[in-house]
């Protein structure tokens, strides 16, 4: 896993913690993905954000996710795409976010 890639994951936490403490919440988890899909949209990639549901997400079930959870989670459902298609996708939803 690159530098790149955990360096773009944060970025996408940062994102998705809309009031910045640290945690994710369930809204904040499903909002942003709605906020992501229509940025993707906007920008004419198509296709949908898709997360793990949070209670994956959430491995210790605090009720929020961390940015290790939300790490791992990531790194979970996406570790069998090869690592240019991981950095791709995370350019593509960074660049949208921006
Ligand atoms: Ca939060």
Same mark, same amino acid.
């Not at 998705?16 to 940025?39: F, H, P, Q, V």
């Not at 990639?45 to 491995?59: L, N, V």
């Not at 009720?63 to 996406?78: M, N, P, Q, R, T």
């Given at each position: 896993?690159? #530098? !790149?890639? !955990?360096?773009?994951?944060? *970025? ?8 910045? !403490? ?6 904040? *988890?499903?909002?942003a993905?709605?906020?992501?899909t229509?940025?993707?949209?906007e #920008? ?8 793990? *549901?949070?209670?994956?997400m !959430?491995?210790? #079930?605090?009720g ?7 790490v791992?989670?990531? *790194?979970?459902?996406?570790?069998a ?5 991981q ?7 960074t660049?949208?976010?921006a």
């Amino acid at each position: 896993m690159s #530098a !790149d890639i !955990d360096e773009s994951l944060t *970025k996408l936490f940062q994102f998705y913690d809309t009031n910045g !403490d640290g945690t994710l919440t369930k809204s904040e *988890k499903l909002e942003a993905d709605k906020r992501i899909t229509g940025l993707l949209k906007e #920008a004419g990639q198509g296709g949908s954000m898709r997360t793990e *549901k949070f209670d994956s997400m !959430d491995a210790d #079930a605090s009720g929020g996710v961390s940015l290790d959870e939300f790490v791992a989670s990531w *790194k979970a459902k996406y570790s069998a795409y090869p690592p240019e298609m991981q950095t791709r996708m995370l350019g593509v939803l960074t660049e949208v976010i921006a």
